[in-house]
C-alpha cells in the first residue's frame, strides 16, 4: 500500500501571499509532484489546516487546485479551518452521526481512521467524549485489521513549547480510547509543520512540514509559534508485511551536486 500524507495547507483567498508565500502556487507544485511521481498511490490524505481562516473563497481554491490531482483524496480539518464553511464547500466528505469529519477508509492494507480534533475558538485540538466513543467503536469493528489513524493535532508533546502549547488537549481521554487496540499500526498527524517521528504508548507516529511556512526546531520560545522558510514536503508512506516506512519528500529542492564533482578531492 502505497499513501500520500500533505498537511497544512493553509491556502487563502486569491491575491493574498502568507508569509510572503503563495500557498496555492505552493500546493499546485506538490500536486504535479505527486501526479509525476506517486501517481500509483491508493489514496492522499489532507492532514487539516486546509484554509488559513476557514475563508469559503480558501476552500473554493482548494477545490479548484485538487481537481487536478491524479490520486483518490480524503480530506480532514484542522484548527486554522472552520467545520460548517468546509462542510459547505465539500458535501461530499463523509462525517459521523455527530456531525464531526470522521470516517473509515477500508484500505487495502489496513483501515485508515480519519479523526477531527478541531475545536472552534482555539489553537488547541479536542477529543470529546463523543468522537471518544465514535473512535473506541471504529477499532472494535477493525477486528483485528490493522489500524492507521489520521490526525491534525498530536496528542502528546513532542518537545518544542510553542507547539505543545496547543497539542491535542485531554490526551488522557484519548489514550483511553486507544485502551485494549493493539492493532493501531500508527498514528499521522501535521499541525507542527516539522518532521517528527516516534513512538507514544508503544505506537510509531510521524508528522511532516507544510506545504507552506514551517517551524524551526525551537526547544526555547514559548510563544508565539515561531515561523521560517525551510523547504516545504509531502509525505509518502509504504506498508508492505507489516512494515511502515515513511519518506518526506522536500518537492521543491532541486538541488543536485554539480556535474564533475569529484567524490574525493583535497580540501582547500
Known amino acids: 500500500m502505497k499513501l500520500i500524507q500533505v498537511s497544512d495547507l493553509h491556502l487563502v483567498p486569491p491575491g493574498v501571499r502568507l508569509l510572503g508565500l503563495d500557498p496555492r502556487a505552493r500546493l499546485e507544485a506538490c500536486i504535479a509532484d505527486i501526479n509525476a511521481n506517486h501517481g500509483d498511490a491508493e489514496l492522499c490524505l489532507f492532514t487539516g489546516d486546509l484554509a488559513d481562516r476557514g475563508a469559503p473563497a480558501a476552500y473554493r481554491e482548494l477545490r479548484d487546485v485538487l481537481a487536478s490531482l491524479a490520486v483518490p483524496y480524503r480530506l480532514l480539518i484542522g484548527n486554522h479551518d472552520d467545520r460548517r464553511k468546509f462542510r459547505g464547500a465539500f458535501p461530499e466528505c463523509p462525517v459521523d452521526e455527530n456531525g464531526f469529519v470522521q470516517s473509515v477508509v477500508r484500505a ?95 505506537i510509531p507516529f510521524s508528522a511532516l512540514r507544510s506545504t507552506v511556512h514551517q517551524v524551526p526546531l525551537d526547544f526555547e520560545t514559548e510563544a508565539p509559534v515561531p515561523y521560517n522558510h525551510e523547504s516545504p514536503a509531502y509525505a509518502v508512506i509504504l506498508v508492505e508485511d507489516g512494515r511502515t516506512v515513511v519518506h518526506h519528500h522536500c518537492y521543491l529542492d532541486d538541488s543536485h551536486v554539480p556535474p564533475g564533482t569529484d567524490r574525493y578531492a583535497p580540501a582547500g
Open 108 to 202: 487495502s492494507a489496513g483501515d485508515l481512521v480519519l479523526l477531527d480534533t478541531h475545536e472552534p475558538g482555539t489553537g488547541a485540538g479536542s477529543f470529546c467524549a463523543a468522537r471518544q466513543a465514535w473512535l473506541g467503536a471504529r477499532l472494535v469493528e477493525a477486528d483485528g485489521r490493522p489500524v492507521y489513524l489520521f490526525m491534525h493535532h498530536p496528542p502528546f508533546d513532542i518537545g518544542i513549547p510553542s507547539l505543545d502549547a496547543i497539542r491535542l488537549e485531554d490526551p488522557e481521554g484519548f489514550a483511553a480510547a486507544l485502551d485494549g487496540a493493539a492493532n493501531i499500526a500508527h498514528i499521522f498527524f501535521g499541525h507542527v509543520h516539522r518532521p517528527v517521528s516516534g513512538s507514544w504508548r508503544g
